[in-house]
């Protein structure tokens, strides 16, 4: 059997309305990628954020290129 590291597939979100953030948990330190609706400024959860690799993750698989900002 092959063990190693999944490729990570590509999708795709709507540009237009929505935005990659980090949710961040004040209380402690949790954070969550996903997308936040530009009008409603409702949240989508996708991933989990445990470190760096995650998030690289999360960045390579929706094509994003600027770290996403940081809500809390």
């Not at 999944?6 to 309305?17: G, I, L, R, T, V």
């Not at 989508?44 to 954020?49: D, T």
Request: hydrophobic share 35%; net charge negative.
């Amino acid at each position: 059997m092959f063990f190693g590291k999944k490729k990570s597939e590509h999708k795709s979100y709507d540009k237009e309305s929505k935005k990659p953030v980090i949710k961040a948990s004040i209380c402690n330190g949790e954070q969550v990628a996903g997308f936040q609706d530009i009008h409603t400024g409702a949240f989508e959860e996708v991933m989990l954020i445990k470190d760096n690799s995650d998030l690289a993750e999360f960045m390579d698989m929706y094509g994003i290129e600027e770290k996403p900002e940081k809500i809390y």
